[in-house]
């Protein structure tokens, strides 16, 4: 294998640069990252490795743009609102760098399909939003034994790390067990700064392309903990846990992160008896204003307090933008003993 000479006018600044030259720019183009997530850390992280040349990148996600995103997700437009984040991404990419091959996966990362595509690729990059996929994507990564850059945010605050490096941890080893689901909002029910996003995925990218060109000191077994409020940057120490052996998936990884299986109920199929239900809108004040079905409103982060205000004398639908919140707020229900059946809508309401 070896450059074009457009390649080598695209990639000039590495093919001079110390550490890389053509034998790393070689190596990137070799490379198969797949990244999970088109979101937030997504998008960054898509952005710097297509322009960093990886020969292969697959992206999986399920979602569509909605204008909340905008605000941080920078690989998109107003004019891609309800469209697919996976295909979008691609495409746009793609006009950035024409010699970078995309695997576009427009679907759900599942226990089913994870172990299938991680063995394609040589690492894993996780943008992923919840505790259910994280741990799914470690576990999958340990069983096709891939390194995994790993990413989360939090309001103001971020983290990166490298699992499965050479030996090294695992997010199993830093996190043995998953917070109760009220106990892990995400941004949004808390929002988020929307530069920090793009402050760790592009460290997520950084750690991955010194991973492929066998440069520098990687994340493994050291968690950097970002505040972009005092611009403090820690970097800690953690030890692999050698009595972890994972060798199989979990048989439901929303179970295992606390989230109890639900009934679900289409929208179609609401709106055909919707006097028999109650419903219960769990987003944020901002999208009940823009958009909503009916029915109560409070949002997830308020829920615990006021469970005693839900009406209980119909069976009741909780809904929210995608069906996640909706989801661990009938966790919190259930948790606190709610009599009546509840159902979450599925696919969530736009």
């Known amino acids: 294998m070896m450059l074009t000479s457009e390649e080598k006018k695209q990639y000039n600044r590495h093919l001079i640069l110390d550490k ?15 990244v999970i997530g088109a ?6 992280v898509l952005q710097y490795l297509t322009a960093a040349g990886v020969g292969t990148i697959g992206v999986i996600d399920d979602d569509v743009v909605d204008q909340s995103n905008l605000q941080r997700q920078i690989l998109y437009t107003i004019d891609d609102i309800g469209l697919s984040k996976s295909k979008t991404a691609a495409e746009r990419l793609s006009r ?25 690729y040589n690492i894993i990059v996780d943008g992923s939003d919840n505790f259910s996929t994280r741990y799914l994507v470690n576990d999958a990564a340990v069983i096709t034994k891939k390194p995994l850059v790993y990413g ?12 499965n490096y050479q030996g090294s941890g695992t997010y199993r080893c830093l996190y ?14 808390i929002g988020v700064l929307g530069v920090l996003p793009g402050i760790i995925g592009s460290l997520q990218a950084n750690e ?17 903990m970002y505040d972009s409020l005092q611009m403090n940057q820690t970097v800690l120490n953690y030890e692999k846990d050698t009595t972890l052996e994972v060798t199989v998936l979990e048989t439901d990884y929303d179970f295992f992160c606390g989230i109890v299986s639900k009934e679900e109920i289409t929208l179609e199929e609401l709106n055909k008896n919707k006097e028999k239900y109650n419903l219960l809108d769990v987003r944020q004040n901002n999208e009940r204003e823009a958009y909503h079905i009916g029915g109560q409103h409070i949002p997830l982060g308020e829920l615990l307090e ?10 009741l639908v909780v809904y929210c933008k995608s069906g996640m919140r909706s989801s661990t707020a009938i966790t919190t229900l ?11 809508l599925k696919g969530g309401c736009f």
């Open 96 to 120: 950035l760098n024409p010699f970078v091959k995309f695997d576009v996966y427009n679907e759900k990362l599942t226990k089913e399909n994870a172990v299938s595509l991680f063995i394609n």
């Open 208 to 224: 991955t392309i010194k991973i492929i060109c066998g440069i520098g000191e990687v994340l493994a077994n050291k968690l950097l």
């Open 176 to 189: 043995p067990t998953p917070p109760k689901p009220d106990e892990s909002p995400n941004c949004s029910e």
């Open 152 to 163: 989360s945010i939090f309001k103001f605050e971020g983290q990166v790390s490298v699992f």
């Open 306 to 315: 006021r469970i005693d205000e839900v009406y209980q004398n119909k069976d």
């Open 39 to 44: 979101g937030g850390l997504g998008c960054p």
């Open 20 to 34: 890389i030259g053509e034998e790393g720019q070689l190596k990137l183009k070799k490379a198969k990252v797949l």
């Open 334 to 344: 259930l948790s606190n003993n709610f009599k009546s059946r509840v159902l979450n």
